[in-house]
């Protein structure tokens, strides 16, 4: 019994960050599409994912096989492609600016967010530079939540970002610079 104890916990099934998938996610003025997709065989992933999820991943990946931003016509050329993966994006109309969400954090140097333009960084931000009191993490098993809400101002390229100890910031997507900081903020 006493042996048991010195075991490490099971890690809870409903704390892991979800497998890697192929996605799509459309511009607001529909114009764009910016495909994701993981750095696995079709067959790998659709071992994961079946039924509806795995036929759209399926669909997507039977006409765009690489990850990159895509006119929404359907067809098949990049505008300009991507060599990495991440479980999140935020796509501008322009069809040029695009914002990363790092992936699950457990550690303050992990990447909150980054900015690009077309495939070139602009601006990464870890959670340490945008969260200043670490005691309102909100810590699960595995990772903690940093952000409590975002919003995309498409036609100001701005990107409005709230933060657990009620930090807002506004950026520029087109340097990812910060614009304005202020705490506590207004929540909607």
Known sequence: AAFALLLPAPRAAGDSP??????????????????????????????TWKGALGA????????R??????????????LWTVDWYAGGVEVFSDGKHLIRHGP????????AIT??????QLREYSVSDLVKDQHK???????????????????GLRYTLITVDQRCYVFDATTGEIISSTSPCELP
């Open 18 to 47: 979800a497998p890697p998938s192929t996605y799509e996610t459309i511009s607001a003025n529909q114009q764009f599409v910016f495909v994701m997709v993981p750095p696995i065989s079709l067959d790998k992933e659709l071992r």
């Open 56 to 63: 759209k991943i399926r669909q997507i990946r039977a006409v």
């Open 65 to 78: 096989s690489v990850s990159g931003m895509y006119r929404n016509d359907g067809t098949s050329e990049p």
């Open 104 to 111: 699950w954090a457990s550690m303050l140097t992990d990447e």
């Open 115 to 120: 900015f690009f333009w077309k495939d070139r």
């Open 137 to 155: 993490l909100r810590h699960t098993v595995s990772h903690f939540f940093w952000e409590i809400d975002s919003h995309l101002d498409d036609d």
